[in-house]
């Protein structure tokens, strides 16, 4: 994945709470096997039949932050939600409240999930009701999320681990690579008579 460090950009807002990983991405648009291309199922139930739905609206279109209601990404743990996200063009989530396992999945790709307080949360979606415009920015270095326009400023949690992951666009297999050397030589010492994986 791609280090994430600050992310400036317009929003779009979801006023809707409890949204699960079906609704983010329908069970349909699971059959695909490719990790791209689920940009077009975000939300697809929804676009369908909603005109007036916010990622219908042509003054929030390119944004790539979403600012949500609480309890974003619950329900099942399908990776493809985030893959959606992602592949639409989102580099932030902004919730007072996340699903563990979309949290999880989410840090592990390089969608940042931004934990507010309940109360920024609410600030953060009526500023970018009133403004389609409006730029707010996420500092991963900082911890720091802001909408200079709304006199916005709070401090999100991100553990150092998390944090260094997404600094260095670490993801499970950068992570074990950075002991590529260390494995290449324990492989080299391996006895023969251990079982191996044909073709590895």
């Known amino acids: 994945m791609e280090p994430v ?10 006023d809707r709470s409890d949204v699960d990983t ?7 648009w ?6 791209t291309g689920f940009g077009a199922g975000l939300f697809s139930s929804w676009r369908e039949r909603d005109p007036g739905f ?3 609206r042509p003054e929030y279109a390119g944004a790539s932050i979403l600012v949500a209601g609480p309890n974003f990404g619950i329900g099942s743990s399908r990776e ?13 989530v902004i919730s007072p409240r996340f699903g563990d396992i979309f949290r999880n999945n989410a840090t592990k790709t390089g969608l940042v999930p931004v934990v507010v307080e309940p109360g920024v ?11 389609a415009g409006l730029e707010i920015t996420v500092d991963v270095v900082r911890r720091m ?3 200079p326009g ?6 999100f949690p991100l553990d150092d681990f998390t944090r260094h992951r997404l600094l260095e666009g670490l993801d499970d297999i950068g992570l074990t690579l950075r002991h590529a050397e260390a494995l290449a030589a324990y492989e080299a010492k391996r006895p023969d008579w251990m079982p191996v994986v044909p073709g590895a």
């Open 150 to 155: 709304a006199g916005i400023e709070s401090a």
């Open 54 to 56: 916010p990622l219908n």
């Open 121 to 131: 949360g609410e600030a953060l979606m009526h500023a970018v009701l009133a403004d």
């Open 22 to 28: 079906d609704q983010i991405i329908p069970a349909h």
């Open 145 to 147: 999320v802001t909408a």
């Open 80 to 92: 493809h939600a985030v893959w959606a996200l992602l592949d639409y063009g989102f580099k932030a």
């Open 30 to 35: 699971l059959k695909r096997v490719e990790r």
């Open 5 to 14: 460090r600050v992310i400036t950009g317009t929003a779009v807002p979801l």
